[in-house]
């Protein structure tokens, strides 16, 4: 497929703060591309650099074959984007809203649709200053869509949604992309990743740490599996310390815990059958995103992680 | 549920952006905090040209004001009270919130940009004062009396240059103003300085000789005497016309240097 958004060696500096460093990706179309890393990482100067709003330093950057400096007046028509910390003035309300953006574009979606899909059509009536963090949320992801972009970027999506927002508009964010938008999500939230991306770029320090997609990426720090389970009659340890796959067993009330390499459960699950054990409220740990984030970066993607989830 | 690309039925005719920007400044400019501000600037002039008018003292002439009534001097006054309050108090505000909410920002994103809102608040704020212009004149004169401008080209190439010169100071304030508070501020006291050199309270023929030099040098201590010959039917004199022009320009250049979307 052919990439929609092509970054090469991007260098953007703040006085004597370098933002980013180094980054270099590229997005197919269809994809929903992930930008995940920590605070301050240089996610928000990279996707800003992409839709034109800040001049790179040094670096190549190409969107739907256009230049965001050069070819701004193009480009504006079909990106849409969500900006981290943008609000609409406080009397403004959302039909007004919608309607403003929509004449601003050749050929924009129906606005009145799109209100519907993100279920603020009760708010029509609504100033901007009287919605909700989650209405306002959903409401400037009405405006990055309603000029029927080919490409969407999309600033800390879900930041301040309960969750079942968060899960609305994760649903959303899917079926925008069956209509075969391009999205760009930038995000420190590892299940946002995990659920919607099918591939992301892990940012550190202004560069590009890893880029996969996140179960290739997750699996790349697999090193260990625990296994959790009750057995249906007391079991011997030796029996399964004595396996080449198990590291370590232990017991922790009346469940069994054992460690081993990715082939353990294999191992393990055998045995028991052999025996005639039934493991009950078997349970498998296995790395996550935020495990590989945490063992590429050496620190959790965002300090806030606690509350978001 | 998907969102179709097909464009709204043909029923529905779409409004051009610009339409819809002037649109929505109009909107805005009618509620809340802005609409305080409508309220004072077309209201508090039209209520002193109510109290003026009902002074039976300020009917008559003054010998120092060259036989002309108290209400008669107070006019162009208050026509430029209006102007100021609209450009200088209400349209910074509403500029450096934007920016400070970095709605203009936004706009960047958008094919319309944000200087089309800039261009939509301007067309806004000056109709709102031709407006009050006309209504003031027009209760002046079918309530009080008072003779409508007899030299109406050179009352209306007056009202125009000090509006425009009176915008580019506005749009110099919500420039280098920091924030929304701070454009309030800064306009409120430039506000009272160039009122103060229009003559709201002491009109200029009544200031010493030295103020009245200084004033005559201001934008509005141009303004009001020419809005005034214009109104007894000279056309104003090129110095006050140049004044207003010259300000107009250097206001709006250093305008345009300074003005920040973000």
């Known amino acids: ?65 256009l230049d965001p400096q050069r070819d701004r007046a193009q480009l504006t028509q079909r990106l849409g984007v969500q900006l981290q910390e943008s609000r609409l ?20 979606a129906d606005w009145r649709q799109l209100m519907a ?19 306002q949320q959903r409401l400037s992801i009405a405006l990055a869509l309603v000029g029927n972009p080919r490409v969407a970027v999309l600033d800390e999506l879900t930041t301040g949604l309960d969750p079942q927002a968060r899960r609305d508009t994760w649903e959303l964010i899917e079926r925008v992309r069956d209509r075969g938008v391009t999205i760009v999500l930038v995000t420190h939230f590892m299940a946002e990743a995990e ?115 | 549920m998907t969102v179709t690309t097909a464009p709204p039925p043909a029923a529905v005719r779409r409004r051009s952006a610009m339409t819809q920007l002037v649109l929505t400044e109009l909107r805005l400019f009618t509620r809340g905090r802005a609409a305080v501000g409508l309220g004072l600037s077309v209201g508090f002039p039209l209520l002193l040209v109510i109290i003026f008018g009902g002074i039976h003292s300020f009917s008559t002439p003054v ?64 109709a709102v004062a031709v407006v009050t212009v006309a209504v003031i004149v027009g209760v002046a004169r079918f309530g009080y009396g008072v003779a409508a401008p007899r030299q109406i080209g050179g009352f ?19 420039a280098v103003a920091p924030s929304a508070g ?3 501020g800064i306009g409120a006291v430039l506000f009272y300085l160039m009122m103060f050199f229009a003559g709201l309270w002491l009109p200029i023929p009544d200031m010493p000789q030295v103020l009245q030099h200084i004033s005559h040098a201001t934008p509005l201590g141009a303004a009001v005497p020419a ?19 010259a300000y107009l320009v250097v206001f709006g250049l250093a305008a345009a240097r300074f003005f920040r979307w973000e």
């Open chain 1, 1 to 65: 497929m052919p990439a929609v958004i092509d970054v090469q060696q991007l260098h953007k500096s703040y006085q004597d703060t370098v933002a980013v460093d180094d980054v270099s990706f590229t997005v197919a179309e269809g994809e929903i591309f992930g930008i995940l890393g920590p605070n301050g990482a240089g996610k928000t100067t990279t996707v800003e650099c992409i839709e034109g709003l800040r001049t790179p330093d040094r670096g190549q950057i190409s969107v739907l074959g």
């Open chain 1, 89 to 108: 003035p406080g009397q403004l309300r959302v039909a007004e809203a919608l309607e403003l953006y929509s004449s601003f574009y050749p050929a924009p």
């Open chain 1, 117 to 135: 899909v993100l279920g603020i059509t009760a708010k029509a009536r609504t100033p901007f200053g009287k919605l909700s963090g989650g209405q």
């Open chain 1, 195 to 309: 659920r919607l991306c099918d591939r992301v770029a892990l940012i550190d320090a202004g560069r590009v740490v890893a880029l996969d997609a996140p179960a290739t990426l997750a699996d790349r720090v697999e090193s260990e599996q625990r296994i959790q389970f009750r057995p249906s009659v007391p079991l011997d340890r030796g029996l399964l310390e004595s396996l080449p796959e198990v590291t370590s067993v232990s017991h922790r009330g009346g469940a069994v815990v054992v460690t081993g390499n990715s082939n353990a459960l294999n191992a393990v699950t055998s045995v028991l059958a052999r025996r005639g054990i039934i493991a009950r409220q078997l349970r498998v740990d296995q790395a996550s995103l935020e495990d590989a984030f945490l063992a590429l970066t050496g620190r959790h993607p965002g300090s806030d992680e606690k509350q978001e989830a």
């Open chain 2, 63 to 126: 010998k120092a004001f060259g036989g002309l009534t108290t209400l008669d001097v107070y006019i162009p006054i208050l026509l430029v009270f209006a102007l100021a309050l609209l450009s200088l108090v209400a349209m910074p505000a509403t500029l450096a919130s934007y920016r400070e909410l970095g709605y203009l920002r936004r706009l960047k994103t958008t094919p319309a940009g944000p200087a089309r809102v800039l261009a939509a608040e301007l067309a806004v704020k000056l």
């Open chain 2, 156 to 174: 209306i190439v007056a009202g125009l240059l000090a509006a425009a010169a009176l915008m580019a100071a506005g749009l110099l304030v919500a």
């Open chain 2, 182 to 184: 701070a454009a309030r």
């Open chain 2, 227 to 245: 809005l005034q010959d214009a109104a007894l039917g000279h056309w104003p004199a090129g110095l006050q016309l140049l004044t207003m022009a």
